[in-house]
């Protein structure tokens, strides 16, 4: 009984013990787990809400869908449909366009072509023209015809209408042109009375003169400068040159100093000028003016081939006397030059500033021929004319120009025939070079 006791107060003990900290636990997490359940089933519950709704949702966005992608379908379809009108229409435009560009292509190769053989024939027809020309003229009978047939050309012509000139005056203004003529009659009255060596004094005095005024500019600006008073000019030219040149000189210096000159180097350009004169009055006196002339035609003309002498001649910065002793070495090396030529030549390389020698050159041979009342005629022909074509060509332009032309002749074989005449600033070109070279300038390009 006793051991039952004990057994029941062991089992309540134990069922206490239990229920005083056993259960509650356990009760607590029964209570808790079935909290879990409800969240769970909760939770369970609301997502089956959500899953319905995105059910819903997702069969209305798959309807839209279905009806974008048949609008996106149709709208594809008709853009197909425009693009396609649009590249056949671009094809079409492209074609045209290709067409005609390879139309225009072959018209450029046809006419490239056609301009090429119209160049190839000309080419080769101009030189067998050229190579028959030269073989013609090769002959001199024939290159004398050419001019004989140039010359009777010449005599068809009118009178020309050009207006010649020569000497000093060509460049100078009306007031300077006055003084000039005024000058140019004092030194004919003066020359009257002069024999060779009084015209030869005359011109190196005036020279010398002229080269003073070069060197001292304040000089010859107070003797150009125009003015009412000319007894004081006169005063200045008698105290500076009196006794160290002669009277005619004197004379000729006061005139000059008393007349209006438009510019003041027109006063140098003026006594120049006058010593140029006495030479060619003497020269005239000796019965030397052709050769005088020949001469100073024939130094331009080798001034002509040769630039580089021409430069050296042209340098009025280098000392005159060295520009002088240059030229009487030329000179000297071509032969025996006539002594008033040579005097010329001196005198105007001496007084050269800033035209060029063979421009000056040149001017003073032309004022040789116009001391007789004649006009320069210069003719370059392929060979020597002979004296009957001279007089005769001579004779055509004294009647075209109205006045006596005197020719001055160049040879330059390369003309081939023909003659290339220049009178003043007219230019008469019947060279058959030069014709030959208006057909090769005619071939197309």
Same mark, same amino acid.
């Given at each position: ?7 029941? /107060?062991?089992?309540?003990?134990? !069922? ?17 787990? #079935?909290?879990?359940?409800?969240? +769970? ?16 949702? %997702? ?12 609008? &996106? ?59 028959? &020309?030269?073989?013609?003229? @090769?002959?001199?009978? @024939? $290159? ?22 020569? =000497? ?29 060596? =009084? ?9 010398? &003169? ?24 006169? $005063?200045? !030219? ?56 020949? $001469? ?49 030549? @001196?005198?105007?390389?001496?007084? /050269? ?16 021929? @116009? ?6 005629? %210069? ?8 004296? $009957? #074509?001279?007089?005769?060509?001579? +004779? ?14 160049? !040879? ?14 007219? !230019? ?18």
């Amino acid at each position: 009984m006793s051991t039952f006791i004990g057994q029941l /107060i062991g089992f309540v003990v134990i !069922v206490w013990l239990l229920g005083k900290f056993v259960v509650p636990p356990v009760r607590q997490l029964m209570r808790n787990q #079935q909290e879990a359940v409800r969240l +769970a089933l909760e939770e369970s519950a609301t997502a089956a809400q959500k899953l319905a709704s995105a059910d819903v949702m %997702h069969a209305k966005a798959l309807e839209e869908a279905k009806l974008e992608a048949a609008k &996106v379908t149709e709208e594809a379809r008709t853009d197909s449909v425009r693009i396609a009108d649009q590249l056949r229409e671009q094809a079409a435009i492209e074609a045209e366009r290709v067409k005609a560009q390879g139309d225009q292509q072959v018209h450029m190769l046809r006419q490239q072509t056609i301009r090429e053989l119209r160049q190839g024939l000309g080419s080769e027809a101009l030189q067998g023209a050229d190579q028959l &020309v030269r073989q013609y003229v @090769a002959d001199p009978a @024939a $290159q004398a015809s050419t001019v004989d047939r140039f010359i009777d050309g010449l005599e068809a012509m009118s009178p020309s209408p050009a207006v010649l000139e020569a =000497g000093a005056s060509l460049n100078l203004r009306a007031a300077s042109r006055d003084a000039l003529a005024e000058i140019v009659s004092t030194f004919d009255r003066v020359a009257g009375g002069l024999d060779s060596d =009084g015209l030869t004094s005359l011109a190196d005095e005036l020279t010398a &003169v002229a080269t003073l005024l070069l060197r001292e500019p304040r000089l010859a600006r107070h003797l150009a400068e125009p003015t009412d008073d000319t007894a004081s000019k006169d $005063q200045l !030219v008698q105290r500076l040159f009196g006794g160290k040149v002669g009277g005619p000189t004197l004379e000729v210096l006061s005139k000059a100093a008393a007349l209006r000159w438009s510019e003041e180097s027109n006063l140098v350009d003026a006594l120049e000028h006058i010593a140029r004169l006495a030479l060619l009055v003497r020269a005239d006196r000796n019965g030397e003016a052709e050769e005088v002339e020949e $001469q100073l035609f024939r130094f331009g003309r080798i001034l002509d081939a040769e630039p580089k002498l021409t430069a050296l001649l042209s340098d009025y910065n280098t000392p005159a006397d060295g520009r002088v002793a240059l030229l009487r070495a030329v000179l000297e090396s071509g032969g025996t030059a006539n002594k008033t030529a040579e005097a010329l030549l @001196a005198q105007t390389i001496g007084l /050269i500033r800033g035209e060029r020698a063979d421009e000056a050159v040149v001017d003073l041979a032309e004022l040789a021929v @116009a001391r007789g009342g004649e006009v320069v005629a %210069h003719v370059s022909a392929a060979a020597e004319l002979t004296a $009957q #074509q001279r007089e005769r060509l001579a +004779a055509v332009l004294t009647r075209i120009y109205g006045t006596p032309v005197s020719v001055q002749l160049n !040879v330059d074989p390369a003309l081939l025939g023909g003659l290339l005449i220049t009178v003043g600033d007219e !230019v008469i070109d019947g060279s058959i070079s030069s014709r030959l070279a208006a057909a090769r300038t005619g071939l197309p390009d």
